[in-house]
């Protein structure tokens, strides 16, 4: 063999190898391109997650501070409401004292009409009466026993004998429980 034979021998193995070298190196660079793909997308499913959370964690603060306020606006004239009781107490007691007065029928038909006028504006507001009746069944959790007489019938025991004061709600939210007596 002489010397060119041998060289194009040895220069034959080495370009193999190189196009073994390049096609590995191409096959690496691939899977790091996978790989810095598939990382792009992991990191942007993990960015859709966090904003997805995000944006729903807002939303609900959104409901809840509405839910907040429209409770806050229905309730912001409790105080007023509970500082006006006595007021529409001493009308239905002043009401019932003017109509045993036949001179007083004028100052009796005045103080109705402001009565009226008061209680109107009241329930334009909110405000309503809990009805309660005598001979209703008396239940702890919606009135307020102030005492407890023997009943003058049988069936009336356990029930409500008379109203000392009517009770009130505000929307939903009873802001004055009924007071009672009760029979034994």
Do not use: C, W
Request: without cysteine; negative net charge.
């Amino acid at each position: 063999m002489s010397k060119k034979d041998k060289n194009k021998k040895a220069e034959e193995p080495q370009v193999e190898d190189t196009s073994t070298a390049t096609a590995e190196t191409e096959q690496e660079q691939q899977v790091e391109q996978k790989s810095a793909e598939e990382q792009l997308q992991d990191q942007l499913a993990a960015e859709k997650d966090k904003f997805m959370r995000l944006f729903a964690e807002f939303e609900n603060y959104k409901k809840r501070t509405t839910k907040e306020r429209i409770e806050l606006f229905k309730t912001a004239s409790q105080d007023v409401m509970v500082a006006m009781l006595p007021v529409l107490d001493d009308f239905e007691r002043a009401l019932m004292h003017i109509e045993d007065d036949k001179e007083a029928e004028e100052l009796r038909k005045g103080v109705l009409l402001i009565y009226n006028k008061l209680i109107n504006t009241l329930e334009q507001k909110g405000l309503t009466k809990i009805e309660v009746k005598q001979g209703d069944v008396f239940n702890a959790d919606n009135h307020e026993a102030v005492t407890q007489i023997p009943a003058p019938s049988d069936d009336l025991k356990g029930k409500i004998i008379d109203v000392v004061e009517r009770g009130y709600k505000l929307g939903e939210k009873v802001i004055r429980f009924p007071k009672v007596v009760i029979g034994q």
